[in-house]
């Protein structure tokens, strides 16, 4: 099971941290990572990290303003966002796959419910 919390609503150029509680499986030897889908758009890969956090993946739109962490001994992750825009408004989905061969493009077998986050101008 996979839990998200942490979003809500800001302005543009604020920041806000994501966590997403994993249990229920060793999540811990998981790629995890974050997707997002904004009203009328597709599901877009936003970041990706590899089990023991060594890796990291983000997709173009969130590079050098986001940051993917994990915390193995805790069972979480993070995704920490910075100089948020408008167009990062979407709902925000924690991800977790067996696998590592193209976070970007993979399937990622287990999905959390999401939570929103908002960007106002």
């Known amino acids: 099971q996979l839990v998200e919390s942490g979003g809500g609503l800001v302005q543009a150029g604020d920041s806000l941290r994501l966590s997403c509680a994993a249990s229920?499986?060793?999540?811990?030897?998981?790629?995890m990572g974050w997707f997002r889908r904004a009203p009328g758009k597709e599901r877009e890969f936003v970041a990706a990290i590899s089990w023991n956090g060594g890796t990291t993946y983000y997709a173009d739109s969130v590079k050098g303003r986001f940051t993917i962490s994990r915390d193995n001994a805790k069972d979480m992750v993070y995704l920490q966002m910075n100089s948020l825009k408008p167009e990062d408004t979407a709902v925000y989905y924690c991800?977790?796959?067996?696998?590592?061969?193209?976070?970007?493009?993979?399937?990622?077998?287990?999905w959390g419910q999401g939570t929103q986050v908002t960007v106002s101008s």
């Open positions: 991800v977790a796959s067996t696998s590592w061969y193209d976070p970007g493009r993979q399937e990622y077998q287990y």
């Open positions: 229920g499986r060793t999540f811990s030897s998981y790629t």
